[in-house]
């Protein structure tokens, strides 16, 4: 990432072809593509300019911000922007909400992608 507080980021895409793929195999795939996956400052910022990119069934995660842990692993939790189903811990006051949460690493779900990037401009 660039080393100052402003950038853009070139070539938004939500990941739509990569629904039901978990996030350990997402990244190799990004990264195949010339693609670098969205943190998640990214991705609010995006939807924050763009807020039809976020739909029922078509949101994403932002791998890009994982974490390290002490022994330079990533992180099993999975940083991801979608929209609530009002359901759970939720709530049904919360239903069609935008939430950010996380998910584990290993897991697909048929309504998350994986939020990238072709560039980062300084």
């Known amino acids: 990432m660039p080393d100052r507080p402003l950038y853009l980021v070139a070539g938004p895409d939500r990941g739509d072809d990569l629904l039901n793929w978990s996030p350990d195999e997402a990244l190799p795939e990004l ?11 990214e ?28 022994g330079g692993r990533l992180d099993a ?19 069609d909400a935008p939430k950010v949460g996380w998910c584990w690493a290993g897991n697909r779900h048929t309504w998350l992608g994986f939020g990238s990037t072709t560039g980062r401009i300084a």
């Open 31 to 41: 990264t195949r593509r010339g693609r670098t996956p969205f943190t998640i400052s």
């Open 43 to 70: 991705g609010i910022s995006w939807l924050l300019q763009q807020p039809d990119k976020l739909e029922p069934n078509r949101c994403f995660m932002c791998i890009g911000s994982r974490l390290t842990n002490a």
């Open 77 to 95: 939790r999975t940083p991801a922007i979608w929209i609530s189903g009002g359901t759970g811990r939720d709530g049904k006051d919360r239903k």
